[in-house]
């Protein structure tokens, strides 16, 4: 079972009297590099074919980052499912890594650059990778150490960077494999252009922000309109766009063919303004006659949907934009021009030549390049690309079979709504950090002829037998996108395409894929994609999806906002487990969790309070006798969990609700309910074993009865040792803590992170039910208690009656758990049937109906003193009514109701109906004490 094979000792002293609070920090790094060197996070097993083992790879976070929720929010739900596997004895592979992250990692090398005065075209492509790769050696362990310090339990002697040797060898091959097989070409097509960074970008790195703007009108005048202008027809189209630069572009405009406006017009043509080129007027279902004017101005060189329409109609395709953003040769006197002092400039020549119309103020969706924040272009561009449609079918058929499952279940319809409307794949990026495309050109063939080869010699060998032996080679600067490396992650990490790799054979395919939501489309199903085609296996059995972290009100966390929660910070505040714990026990799959520092702050409580039911329970085990200290070092191994019938009431009630619990967290862990199984382990710790059996357990250790004060000992250090490894996967330091300050089989079992996970023991539902009627009548006599202002330590009489031999026998055996929790006079207490106890009278009375079968008494006379009640109610009550007159005052004069706000009136209408309410109530409390006093006295 154990990865820690030998018995070791513990990274801190044991035998140390425990504090009086948890403190974290002297306990987190310490076990966590004590579970690290001794190999705890290592799988266990052999490698037998029979074995089954549970492995996830760790979405890779970009070197260059830093923790932030997202991070915190994965490796918390990954931790939680590797400690549980690996507790429930399967060999656990939590598989970890980073991502060269192309972008991120080369905007942070070349802002060094920029501080030295210095830029990367001046040191050259060689010179700027080295100082990539001596900036990662600096500084990319960062994540993964702040990683560690989340309790991520994956293996770290495995970890994995997507440019490490291995993986650059698993790219190229995908790369050539690919293109033999007719999937990956070079063409022309609309890709998202980020003028900046020079390079196309993924959909994933464009964000859309909502920012005001324009909707420019203008007239698009009809060629050769004399016949128009004799029949009293305009001689122009309206025409409305949020980028007027782009109508240096034009090839057509576009209206729909049943808008009655414009049907006379189709088929001619128009000019289009400042250039004086004439473009046709088509027709396409496409356009929406309600938006601006009915009549769409088309660009297919600068718009995706303008693009698809000019492929439709066969249009010319302009491009107007340098790779810069400033306008090309194409834009006449603008040339040159920044795209946005075009805009300008354009449009003021519009309204001087009279054909602007209108600039109304709109709101756009601006497309801003994630990494850079400029505005990115819709730009054609010549690329290469993976065609997907033969990709996605597979994917597809993967998901509808049920061959992978995605939690939650209602992501695999968007997840089969993109794969059905998917688009080829621009996989080139115009950067130098990343995986070079392995493709070499031959000189002096305008790039039309090529080579795809492993490495240059092999490309040149190739070369050499196609063109001859003085062939020329030139290779391809551009990189590939991150996401196609990404996309092997699970089998490259792996040693694919290794034929003998071991941890391969052993570990492919996967178990779980855990990631967000939204990067299902970009980055897991690139991955099924990609695994199907190149292993014939699909890379993972199950995708898990959370949601997004954000703030208390449900906002996105920002700089801008101010509301961004460092988890670094919170970690060192209220601890490790308390930001665990928070994550998953407020989320479900695939929903959104708003996190504040009140509920971190609570669950650092609950950590606390966990921590002191540890110290009670140890306090209590002092001075034991070896024969006891044995049985309970053994106890949660032994046969107790199915040998409870002679145990007293309590602990059947408690051992049986405990392995209710255990069946309950272990069917929620494995259908991926996390938080559900969370917060049920923590209910049950703090409201039935704390507030509970350890209160019960104090009548027991405070008594004369030593085989009862055994009895109780087995049964602590039973349950807490069971809920401290169903608590373990969620609070791995808090509990590693605590489960080494009690008794266990340190020969069986070193470390509570490799310990066994607990097994569903005897249930005994008649104990639960019986044990749950004191409950209730313990709460009833606390209710009571509140609700007459008993003063809390004064004890009262009792007066039990029930009907049932066997609650009798229970009610008198567990008297004292009455006495202790409800305060009531172990010595006033008469417990028997109807007729067999003297009962108070009614009147003087205050009756108690716990069910059909049992009741209680509790006098009047030893319950309340009513002369101090009666005058704190006057108290109230004077209170009450010298607030109700103030309102009444200020609402009965004319100056308040004339001048004041009608809201405000209406407030102070609402205040005083309340107040008088409340005077009612206290008027009508004090007739009825004084009328019990009455009967008393």
């Avoid at 808090?734 to 070193?750: D, F, G, M, Y």
């Avoid at 509570?752 to 004191?774: H, K, M, T, Y």
Wanted: glycine residues 6%; charged residues 25%.
């Amino acid at each position: 079972m154990m990865s820690m094979s030998t018995q070791m000792e513990t990274p801190f002293d044991t035998s140390e009297e425990m504090a009086t609070r948890y403190d974290p920090s002297k306990v987190e790094q310490l076990l966590y590099t004590w579970w690290e060197s001794t190999g705890a996070f290592k799988p266990s097993g052999d490698g037998s074919p029979n074995e089954d083992p549970f492995v996830i790879s760790m979405p890779p976070p970009n070197v260059t980052g830093g923790l932030h929720m997202g991070h915190a929010m994965f490796t918390t739900l990954e931790d939680i499912m590797t400690r549980y596997n690996r507790m429930k004895g399967r060999p656990t592979l939590w598989l970890p890594g980073t991502d060269h992250a192309g972008i991120a990692t080369q905007l942070q090398v070349e802002k060094t650059l920029a501080e030295e005065g210095r830029s990367r075209q001046e040191i050259g492509r060689e010179a700027f990778v080295d100082r990539v790769w001596q900036w990662k050696m600096e500084k990319g362990g960062y994540i993964t150490k702040q990683i560690r310090r989340l309790g991520a339990s994956c293996d770290w002697s495995r970890e994995r960077f997507t440019m490490d040797e291995k993986l650059c060898e698993a790219v190229v091959a995908t790369f050539t494999t690919l293109h033999q097989r007719g999937l990956i070409y070079r063409g022309e097509y609309m890709v998202n252009w980020s003028p900046n960074l020079q390079t196309a970008v993924s959909d994933l790195e464009v964000e859309f922000t909502e920012e005001d703007g324009f909707l420019y009108h203008f007239e698009y005048g009809i060629a050769d309109s004399q016949d128009l202008e004799a029949e009293g027809k305009a001689t122009y189209l309206p025409v409305a766009t949020t980028r007027p630069e782009t109508i240096l572009g034009d090839t057509a405009v576009c209206v729909h063919p049943e808008d009655e406006r414009y049907k006379h017009l189709i088929g001619r043509q128009c000019v289009v303004p400042i250039t004086g080129r004439t473009i046709p007027i088509i027709t396409d279902d496409y356009v929406d006659m309600e938006f601006g004017t009915g009549a769409l101005k088309i660009t297919p060189g600068h718009d995706i949907n303008d693009y698809e329409i000019g492929k439709r109609h066969q249009l010319e395709t302009m491009c107007i934009l340098n790779k810069d953003a400033t306008m090309n040769e194409l834009c006449g006197k603008y040339a040159g021009m920044d795209r946005f002092e075009c805009r300008k400039a354009l449009w003021k020549d519009l309204e001087e030549n009279g054909i602007a119309i209108k600039a109304e103020k709109y709101t756009n969706r601006v497309p801003r390049s994630q990494r850079g924040g400029e505005v990115v272009e819709p730009l054609v561009s010549k690329q290469w690309f993976l065609s997907m449609e033969s990709l996605a079918k597979p994917a597809l058929e993967a998901v509808r079979s049920g061959e992978i499952r995605i939690v939650p279940e209602r992501f695999e319809r968007t997840y089969e709504q993109w794969l059905e409307n998917i688009h080829d794949w621009c996989i080139s990026r115009q950067l130098w950090w990343g995986h070079q495309i392995p493709v070499w050109y031959v000189d002096g063939t305008n790039e039309n002829e090529f080579i795809v080869a492993a490495n240059e010699e092999e490309a040149y060998e190739m070369g050499r037998e196609k063109f001859g032996s003085d062939v020329a080679l030139t290779r391809d600067t551009d990189v590939l996108d991150t996401w196609f490396s990404s996309g092997l992650w699970p089998f490259s990490a792996l040693d694919w395409p290794e034929d003998d790799s071991e941890d391969l054979g052993r570990f492919y395919p996967t178990t779980v894929m855990e990631t967000g939501y939204d990067i299902l489309f970009f980055w897991v199903a690139r991955m099924i994609m990609m695994g199907i085609e190149l292993t014939g296996k699909v890379p993972f059995q199950t995708v898990y999806l959370h949601g997004l972290v954000r703030d208390s009100k449900g906002r996105k966390m920002s700089k801008t906002l101010g509301n961004v929660i460092d988890p670094l910070e919170v970690i060192d505040n209220y601890g490790t487990d308390a930001l665990r714990y928070s994550l998953v026990t407020g989320s479900t799959p695939g929903q959104d969790i708003s996190l504040s520092m009140e509920r971190i702050e609570t669950n650092r409580n609950f950590a606390n309070k966990l921590w002191n039911v540890g110290r009670y329970i140890v306090g209590s085990l002092a001075d034991l006798a070896e024969e006891e200290r044995s049985t309970l070092d053994n106890v949660f191994h032994s046969n107790f969990r199915n040998e409870i019938g002679g145990l007293a009431l309590p602990e059947r009630y408690i051992i049986s609700r405990l392995h209710q619990l255990e069946a309950v967290v272990s069917d929620s862990l494995e259908s991926y309910s996390f938080g559900e199984s969370g917060r049920l382990v923590h209910d049950f710790l703090w409201d039935e074993f704390a507030d509970w059996y350890i209160e019960t357990s104090k009548t027991r250790m405070f008594g004369d009865d030593e085989d009862a004060k055994k009895e109780s000992r087995k049964t602590l250090v039973y349950v807490l040792d069971s809920c401290l490894r169903l608590l373990h996967p969620f609070m791995p330091f808090v509990t590693e803590a605590l489960w080494q300050r009690i008794p266990h089989n340190r020969e069986k079992e070193s470390a509570l992170i490799s310990a066994a996970w607990p097994e569903v023991g005897q249930v005994d539902e008649e104990a639960i039910n019986r044990f749950n009627q004191i409950q209730a009548l313990t709460r009833m006599v606390r209710n009571a208690r509140l609700e007459y202002q008993v003063e809390p330590q004064k004890k009262i009489e009792m007066t039990v009656v029930a009907d049932d031999d066997e609650l009798l026998r229970d009610l008198g055996a567990e008297a004292g758990i009455l006495a202790l929790m409800a305060k009531v006079d172990k010595q006033k207490i008469a417990i028997g049937k109807s007729g067999a106890v003297e009962l108070p009278e009614s009147e003087t009375s205050v009756s108690l109906i716990v069910s059909d079968s049992l009741q209680a008494f509790l006098p009047m006379k030893g319950l309340v003193d009513f002369d101090k009640e009666i005058a704190r109610l006057e108290k109230q009550l004077a209170k009450a009514e010298k607030d109700l007159n103030g309102l009444l005052n200020r609402l009965n004069s004319s100056n308040f109701a004339e001048k004041a706000p009608e809201h405000v009136v209406n407030e102070t209408r609402e205040q005083a109906a309340v107040l008088q309410e409340k005077v009612n109530t206290v008027q009508a409390k004090i007739i009825d004490v004084e009328k019990q006093s009455a009967l008393v006295k």
